[in-house]
């Protein structure tokens, strides 16, 4: 059975860096695009960032350009969300998401446990 299992998360002053981790476990036939959502409380969940299977293209939702920064290893089936310049506003409980064919049948959409990021000001 696919999993993805997320770490990374924690408690981090505003100003300072995390580097969250997202690695596909199981026999997946491939992995296409991943992605990192993020939902805050009272908040709908959002898309941070994503990036296709080739780390070729890359999306950012606006308001975390310049700070974030996401990748992938796919000898290791891991996709990485590096984050500088914490704020406040950034905390939250961040998913990881990858589209991936687990089957001769066709690709799901799956989900990480979540992971909290928490930034203090």
């Known amino acids: 059975q696919v999993q993805l299992v997320e770490s990374g998360g924690g408690l981090v002053q505003a100003g300072g860096s995390l580097r969250l981790s997202c690695a596909v476990s199981?026999?997946?036939?491939?992995?296409?695009?991943m992605g990192w959502y993020r939902q805050a409380p009272g908040k709908q969940r959002e898309l941070v960032a994503d990036i296709t299977s080739d780390g070729v293209t890359k999306y950012y939702l606006d308001s975390v350009k310049g700070r974030f920064t996401i990748s992938r290893d796919n000898a290791k089936s891991t996709v990485f969300l590096q984050m500088n310049s914490l704020k406040s506003e950034d905390t939250a409980v961040y998913y990881c998401?990858?589209?991936?064919?687990?089957?001769?049948?066709?690709?799901?959409?799956?989900w990480g446990q979540g992971t909290q990021v928490t930034v203090s000001s």
């Open positions: 998401n990858a589209n991936i064919w687990d089957s001769p049948f066709g690709a799901k959409n799956f």
């Open positions: 199981g026999s997946p036939f491939s992995i296409n695009a």
